[in-house]
């Protein structure tokens, strides 16, 4: 179940990041509210993963895989650029992210 409360977190975390984007330095009211609301509940979900899954490991799989999806968001929602370093940048917090993982599992 630890696993899935830190999937929710993230899910959390990139909805409440892209309401960032819809409330344009918070001048519309509605994703305003939202960024609270997606943050605070992020934080819940990140907070009962914490309970079994150590923090170092868990917050980089949150913030990693959370940069990553905004990226891919950012690009394909947004119309923002992708350009090689984009690519590889985006590559490489997979690649530590997993490493992190696999890095864990050995220990126990």
Known sequence: MHWIYL????????????CMKFSFG????VPSLFIFI???LSFTFLSL???VL???LSYAIWSGVG???ITVIGIFWFG???NAIKLISLLLI???VAGLHFGQEQVH
């Open 94 to 96: 997979i690649i530590g």
């Open 49 to 51: 993963a914490l309970k």
């Open 26 to 29: 918070f001048s519309k009211l």
């Open 80 to 82: 923002e650029g992708i």
């Open 7 to 18: 999937i929710i977190a993230i899910l959390f975390e990139v909805s409440g990041t892209t």
């Open 67 to 69: 940069t990553a999806a």
């Open 38 to 40: 997606f943050y605070a």
């Open 54 to 56: 150590p923090v170092a």
